[in-house]
């Protein structure tokens, strides 16, 4: 009986191990297309299968949008097929492993920020299409450059930093604001805040009138780490931020802006500025309830008005701001942290042509311009106005000095894991400013070695 | 001669079954090794490092604090599940009125997704919109009133709780299995003795029962060890790591970074727990067989 137990034993151990053999590393090993001419592109586009990454959830009126679009390409180009696939956060993790085994869809979103040094790496493998050659080209409708169309601010996002090649080309913009209820604050006769005292202040009248000041998320730590951010900015500036909390360079002990904007973030605590119970509120209902007037202020992306256009009452009166400037505070005073939503193009496409034509037509000013208008997107491309659901954001961005990524790149950095929870923290009365600074302070020189 | 004929016949019969485990379990389990002694780029390129992966994981304190939340989770389950599965599994096993609805209502939940039961109970939870604690305030238990998964000193039994609430059918279904083979001559003969139904359940029926609940137990201490769907729907193991489980902060370290290196090891580090609480659990619960 021995010898057949490890007969059997030996058996399987030798077949799992042939299999192990034969499974191999990643990708598919494809060569890589040969792109069209950047100057003919336009004439070869033919029909056939694409597969382009979309952000809104099926059943949202972004999407059925987006689909009108593909519907005027697919008449306009006979034969042509655009199969819209899911690519937002929640999809990201199945969608990169295609791009691993070389099945990466044609258009897709997040493969690519400039700003991010963990995202350049699908660049520098060559799995993206270098678009500078085709946006170099003049466009016929304007009679300039392709890229002259976008802001340059958003520039920095589509460039690779070193090569200055173009990997991504922005279809809409996340702004980090502060959504205020100006029905609200009307009713309060509270000025919206321009500066830090001002948003204290208005706390403080917001508590006096039993209304909770500002809505924010518990249950997602980089929803409330948007507060922490962006005090940052205000008190330390975008380049030391990055470089002490992303790459490691510096210590958080440093700058005293580090500890000021946390003590910042306390004062706000300890004033109970934050929804009630937001401890257990996911964000969407943190969002729900700022609509219905259970808060003054919520800091957001600019997306809150497109995610949440069917719960917002039709009499509500939305006003954004950039977030409060810092008297005394030696960071960016005018900048603001953003998201450009980039395409980028697989260099494996089967069809670029195709590929590409579908990214000129989502970034014309035509499509922008409706998309603005119905969808209440933020745009990237010059001439396009403001969503008029999102009253004054282009006034919001022009007073900005510089667009600046959001999270500061944490998102995809090991550091994630130490900043927003010790942010948390803090924000739930755990520790204060000075204890979350030590904690910050030794879990960076863990995950960064420095 | 004769048993070892019989020996060669049985081969062919096990060589589907080997088939399939070695290649759903042993293939992914010595591929998962051959991974974690590798480094991985973002675009899956790979460079082997040895043992540093492992090294890594053994200063890592979310490791460490993931482990020790992964246990909580066994060990506050039990708790949550075995008395009232037992209880109602004796219960069913009893000549009731409407004992078939009963099954039904205690069977629902199973059938229900994860997804679907993970909303359902965010918006039971919810501080101000929920259920739970208006419920508690109107029945004057405000006190009680928590913000049940924002709290990091009640998350983890809020997450553990609806997990175990979504299963305990299953659990109830293989008792009440249990409680019906158990010889009802022995029972009645009990009984016809004086003893009482309490007496009955713990000197005899629990006795006899040992060896289920031995491999329910060792089920329930495999299926808590890989928490993951629960408690990255509620709470994506937030506030601040407290519910945080090896299988939510391997998923966050593979997916989030693409570090899928430092994954495998923790995804190998996780199955030898697995086998060594299993196997400890066998033998400290294994009693001489029962034969009725």
């Known amino acids: 009986m021995k010898i057949t137990r490890t007969l059997l034993a030996g058996s399987v151990v030798v077949l799992s191990l042939a299999l192990a053999a034969c499974g191999g590393g990643g990708g598919s090993g494809e060569s890589a297309a040969k792109p069209p001419d950047a100057k003919s592109w336009q004439q070869d586009v033919k029909g056939g299968p694409i597969e382009v990454g979309v952000l809104p959830a099926a059943g949202t009126r972004s999407l059925k949008f987006l689909e009108e679009v593909a519907a005027g390409i697919e008449k306009d180009h006979p034969g042509a097929d655009l199969k819209m696939t899911f690519a937002n956060t929640k999809a990201r993790p199945a969608l990169e492993q295609r791009w691993r085994a070389g099945d990466g869809l044609d258009v897709d979103y997040t493969m690519f920020d400039g700003t991010n040094e963990a995202l350049l790496e699908w660049a520098d493998s060559g799995a993206l299409l270098d678009l500078k050659p085709y946006l170099d080209q003049v466009d016929t409708t304007t009679g300039k450059p392709w890229l002259d169309q976008f802001s340059p601010a958003v520039l920095q996002f589509m460039q690779h930093p070193s090569t200055k090649k173009i990997y991504g080309v922005p279809s809409e913009l996340s702004l980090q604001v502060l959504f205020y209820n100006a029905g609200l604050f009307k009713k309060h006769g509270i000025t919206p805040p321009a500066t830090w005292d001002d948003l204290t202040a208005a706390a403080d009248r917001f508590k006096a009138a039993g209304v909770d000041p500002i809505a924010v998320t518990g249950l997602f730590e980089p929803y409330m780490g948007m507060w922490s951010d962006n005090i940052w900015l205000r008190t330390v500036g975008y380049d030391k931020v990055h470089d002490v909390l992303t790459e490691g360079k510096g210590n958080i002990t440093d700058d005293p802006g580090f500890l000021k904007g946390l003590e910042m973030l306390q004062g706000l605590r300890d004033k109970n500025a934050f929804l009630k119970g937001f401890e257990g509120t996911d964000f969407t209902a943190a969002q729900a309830q700022f609509f219905q007037g259970k808060a003054g202020m919520i800091l957001m992306g600019s997306w809150l008005v497109s995610e949440m256009a069917d719960v917002i009452p039709k009499d509500f009166e939305l006003g954004v701001l950039q977030f409060p400037a810092v008297t005394g505070g030696t960071g960016d005073q005018a900048s603001m942290l953003a998201t450009a939503q980039l395409m980028s193009v697989s260099a494996k496409s089967a069809n670029i042509p195709l590929s590409l034509e579908w990214i000129r037509r989502v970034t014309s000013v035509e499509t922008q311009t409706r998309r603005a208008g119905e969808i209440g997107e933020v745009s990237a491309v010059k001439g396009v106005s403001s969503p008029p659901g999102l009253p004054g954001i282009s006034d919001v961005v022009a007073k900005a000095d510089r667009l600046q990524a959001s999270y500061y790149g944490l998102l995809s950095s090991k550091a994630k894991d130490v900043v927003y929870p010790e942010i948390a923290k803090l924000l739930f009365g755990k520790q204060d400013a000075r204890q979350t600074l030590d904690s910050l302070d030794k879990g960076l020189r863990r995950v960064h070695g420095n | ?292």
């Open chain 2, 1 to 292: 001669m004769h048993k070892a004929a019989q020996r060669r016949i049985i081969i062919p019969f096990l060589i589907p079954a080997l088939a399939l485990l070695g290649v759903f379990f042993l293939y992914p389990l010595v591929k998962t090794v051959d991974l974690s002694l590798n480094e991985f780029s973002r675009t899956g390129t790979m460079r082997f490092v040895g043992l540093d992966q492992y090294r890594l994981l053994a200063g890592d304190p979310d490791f460490f604090n993931s482990l020790k939340n992964t246990f909580l989770i066994t060990l506050i389950g039990s708790g949550m599940l075995f008395p009232p599965a037992m209880a109602i599994a004796w219960a069913l096993s009893q000549r009731i009125h409407g004992e078939r609805f009963f099954r039904f209502v205690v069977f629902a939940p199973v059938v229900l997704s994860v997804a679907v039961v993970s909303l359902m109970w965010k918006f039971l939870y919810h501080p101000t919109l929920g259920l739970i604690n208006p419920a508690l305030k109107s029945m004057g238990l405000g006190a009680l009133a928590k913000t049940w998964l924002g709290d990091p000193a009640t998350a983890l039994a809020a997450v553990t709780f609806v997990s175990v609430w979504h299963g305990i059918g299953i659990w109830i279904v293989l008792l009440c299995a249990g409680f019906e083979r158990l010889p009802t001559d022995v029972l009645q003969a009990a009984r016809i003795d004086g003893a009482g139904e309490w007496r009955v359940f713990r000197s005899i029926m629990l006795p006899m029962m040992r060896d289920l609940l031995r491999m329910l137990a060792i089920l329930w201490v495999v299926q808590s060890l890989q928490s993951f769907a629960f408690v990255y729907i509620l709470t994506g193991g937030g506030p601040f790591g407290s519910t945080d489980t090896v299988g939510t902060l391997m998923y966050r370290i593979a997916f989030d970074r693409a570090d899928f290196g430092y994954a495998a090891a923790i995804g190998v580090v996780l199955v030898a727990v697995m086998l060594a609480a299993a196997k400890i659990l066998d033998k400290v619960m294994k009693r001489d067989d029962l034969q009725y």
